[in-house]
């Protein structure tokens, strides 16, 4: 018993009749990437880089770049990680970037858009990531945030390829590369979700607006319609979809995430524990029945209330 109950704390991420649900974490350091082991993470699905980088005032040398990515590599291990290209800009302003003052940041040059006016980091990047990976063995995956069109996607794909970086994807997290993601799958290997940033762009809600809390709620219907329509768009390549956003940390709603057809969930380290409990404890079907429910509920409280309907234990 007392190994089942440390298997059900630290071992994969499955439903109740086996369907297994990659449990990944997101990492910004080396003490996170610790956590993630602590916590029993099969991988990392989010390494945010920018945080390595949040106080310089000067860009950081290729080789800098590569010592802290194989700091972090080295800890994971054998497991796989996904490393996200810089994230600047908006919430996450970086001092050596210079970025210039603009009126609404978060619609403005952030994420793969500062390729345009900076092309330089993004291919240091990946060249730093190159080398970490081949120093330690660890797999690697790339991916971009704030990917809205098919040509930003098919740009990363060639620079991450170019530098030897084969399994590349980037994050759904704007409106238009949801609503397009059989195109864009043609030109990735996989999708990850962010939820934070799709949800602020969906509803047109700041993410950093507690009054606007309600509309960021991940039971919000048109939060996992969205997620339908990227999932359904990345059948026509059959790529996998994961997600990377607060929702995937909410142990119902992963559930319900699974349920819509998302592959794996990456999630800060210390919510991985109860998300792993709440999947062991039901079945894919009741995975996908609770995501019908979300479906075709009208609001946010009905269909939480369908969804727990659904996921509650058999009798
Ligand atoms: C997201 O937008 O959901 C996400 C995972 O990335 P970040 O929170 O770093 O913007
Ligand atoms: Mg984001």
Not at 272 to 281: K, N
Request: aromatic share 4%; glycine share 8%.
């Amino acid at each position: 018993l007392r190994e089942r109950r440390e298997r059900a704390a630290t071992g994969p991420g499955r439903t109740a009749d086996g369907y297994a649900v990659p449990l990944l974490a997101n990492v910004g350091n080396a003490a996170d990437a610790r956590l993630a082991v602590e916590f029993g993470a099969e991988g990392v699905g989010l390494l945010r880089t920018e945080f390595l980088f949040l106080d310089r005032q000067t860009a950081p040398t290729i080789a800098e770049q590569t010592a802290h990515y194989r700091e972090i590599l080295a800890i994971l291990g054998h497991r796989p990680v996904t490393i996200r290209t810089l994230d600047a800009g908006s919430d996450k302003p970086l001092p050596f970037l210079r970025l210039p003052v603009e009126p609404n940041p978060a619609l403005g040059l952030r994420g793969i858009r500062l390729r345009d006016i900076d092309e330089g980091t993004l291919y240091e990047q990946l060249a730093a990531i190159a080398s970490a990976r081949a120093a330690t063995g660890t797999p690697v995956k790339v991916m971009a945030p704030m990917v809205a069109t098919v040509e930003e996607a098919r740009r990363f794909a060639a620079a991450a390829r170019g530098a030897g970086l084969s399994d590349c994807g980037i994050m759904i997290e704007v409106p238009a590369a949801a609503t397009r993601a059989e195109f864009l799958g043609a030109e990735v290997d996989f999708f990850s979700i962010g939820t934070n940033d799709l949800s602020q762009y969906l509803f047109g809600a700041d993410r950093m607006s507690s009054a606007l809390a309600a509309l960021h709620d991940p039971w919000q219907p048109a939060l996992a319609s969205t997620v339908a329509a990227v999932v359904a768009g990345s059948r026509a390549d059959d790529i996998p979809v994961g997600v990377c956003g607060e929702a995937a940390s909410h142990p119902e709603f992963a559930c319900v995430l699974v349920g819509l057809g998302v592959s794996t969930l990456s999630m800060a380290p210390r919510s991985l524990p109860a998300v792993r409990a709440a999947l062991s404890a039901v079945t894919l079907d009741q995975c996908r029945a609770a995501a019908v429910a979300v479906l075709t509920e009208a609001t946010a409280a009905e269909a939480a209330r369908a969804a727990r309907a659904e996921l509650r234990p058999a009798e």
